[in-house]
């Protein structure tokens, strides 16, 4: 995927977040959890919405337990790594809109 498909795409995934995920502005975002988030989209809406992880809070622990189920699914494209990266994202999400400060 080109640099300018990979923008795009986040950019029109940003647009599906909740009014209150996670620090308000993605554009302060930490460079990696907008690469986090674009690998979250693309993983994730292959087998459902986005809406579904987006409007779930789970606790840290609750993440990991179904990152772990959504990356037994046949099909799902889930390796290690890109686990991990969805990990990361569906906790940053999980902060306050303010980041925690």
């Known amino acids: ?3 300018a498909s990979r923008t795009l ?3 029109l995934l940003l647009l599906m977040l909740p009014a209150r995920a996670g620090p308000s502005d993605p554009e302060a975002w930490p460079e990696a959890q907008r690469e986090n988030f674009g690998v979250f989209g693309v993983r ?4 459902h919405t986005l ?3 987006l409007n779930a809070h789970l606790s840290q622990e609750g993440w990991k337990r179904y990152v772990g189920k959504m990356i037994r699914r046949p099909g799902s ?3 290690e790594q890109s686990a991990e990266k969805i990990l990361q994202f569906l906790i940053f ?3 306050p809109p303010d980041g925690g400060r």
């Open 9 to 11: 795409a986040l950019g």
């Open 77 to 79: 494209g889930i390796s």
């Open 51 to 53: 809406d579904k992880p």
């Open 44 to 47: 994730c809406s292959k087998c």
């Open 93 to 95: 999400k999980e902060l």
């Open 1 to 3: 995927m080109s640099r």
